[in-house]
Antibody, heavy 119, light 110 residues
C-alpha cells in the first residue's frame, strides 16, 4: 500500500524559507506526478504545484515566484521550498500522488504537516 | 484564477440523497472533463472519491456519483449515512497544467 509522509520544520520565521520533504514508500516514484497542496486553518484546499519524475514542474501562478519543487528519485522523495513566507503561508501542507492523465485525481495523500509562521 | 464556487454547507437526513454543486467557468470545469471530488473528515487528509467527473476509485462506495453540465459539476451522495458527514472539495484542471479547488462544502447529516 502506497504511503506518503511529509516531514520538515513546524515553525518558520517570516521572510524565511519553508522547506518540506515527502517520502514515498511501498511504491515506485516513477510514472507519476507528485503534488503539494496546502490548507490554511478553517479554509479550503490550495494547489501549490506538482513534479514529474523527470523533474518537469508546474506551479500555481499565484505562488510561482516563490516556489520550487524538486525530486530525488534515488531516495523516493520530493521536496517543497517556499521562499519569503508570511503569516498567510501558515497551513497544513499535504503531499499527494496524481493518477496519470487524470489532471486532478490525487489518489494517495500524506497525513499532512502543520506549518506555522511566527518570529 | 478564482476558486470554484461551492455552497458553504448542505444537510440531509439519513437515507436521503444530497447534491453538492461546483461552479466554474468555460476555462476549467466547462472545458475539461477533469473534475475530482474529495471527502475530508475533521483533522484528516482529503480522500479522493470521484475523478474525471464520474469515475470512482477502487473501494469508494457507489453511493457517491459525479456529473457535469456546462460549467457546473455535481457530487451526489445517495442513501446518506452518518459517516458521510464531512467536508467535500471539488477540483478542476484549468489548463496550462494548473489545478483549481473549490472553497469546500460542509455536509451535515441530521
Amino acid at each position: 500500500q502506497v504511503q506518503l509522509q511529509e516531514s520538515g520544520p513546524g515553525l518558520v520565521k517570516p521572510s524565511e524559507t519553508l522547506s518540506l520533504t515527502c517520502t514515498v514508500s511501498s511504491a515506485s516514484i516513477s510514472g507519476y506526478h507528485w503534488s503539494w497542496i496546502r490548507q490554511p486553518p478553517g479554509k479550503g484546499l490550495e494547489w501549490i504545484g506538482y513534479i514529474y519524475e523527470s523533474g518537469n514542474t508546474n506551479y500555481n501562478p499565484s505562488l510561482k515566484s516563490r516556489v520550487t519543487i524538486s525530486v530525488d528519485t534515488s531516495k523516493k522523495q520530493f521536496s517543497l521550498k517556499l521562499r519569503s513566507v508570511t503569516a498567510a503561508d501558515a497551513a497544513v501542507y499535504y503531499c499527494a500522488r496524481l493518477i496519470s492523465g487524470s489532471g486532478t485525481g490525487l489518489d494517495v495523500w500524506g497525513r499532512g504537516t502543520t506549518v506555522s509562521v511566527s518570529s | 484564477q478564482s476558486a470554484l464556487t461551492q455552497p458553504a454547507s448542505v444537510s440531509g437526513s439519513p437515507g436521503q440523497s444530497i447534491i453538492i454543486s461546483c461552479i466554474g467557468t468555460g476555462s476549467d470545469v466547462g472545458f475539461y472533463n477533469l473534475v475530482s471530488w474529495f471527502q475530508q473528515h475533521p483533522g484528516k487528509a482529503p480522500r479522493l472519491i470521484i475523478y474525471e467527473v464520474n469515475k470512482r476509485p477502487s473501494g469508494v462506495s457507489n453511493r457517491f456519483s459525479g456529473s457535469k453540465s456546462g460549467d457546473a459539476a455535481s457530487l451526489t451522495i445517495s442513501g446518506l449515512q452518518a459517516e458521510d458527514e464531512a467536508d467535500y472539495h471539488c477540483c478542476s484542471f484549468a489548463g496550462s497544467s494548473f489545478v483549481i479547488f473549490g472553497g469546500g462544502t460542509k455536509l451535515t447529516v441530521l
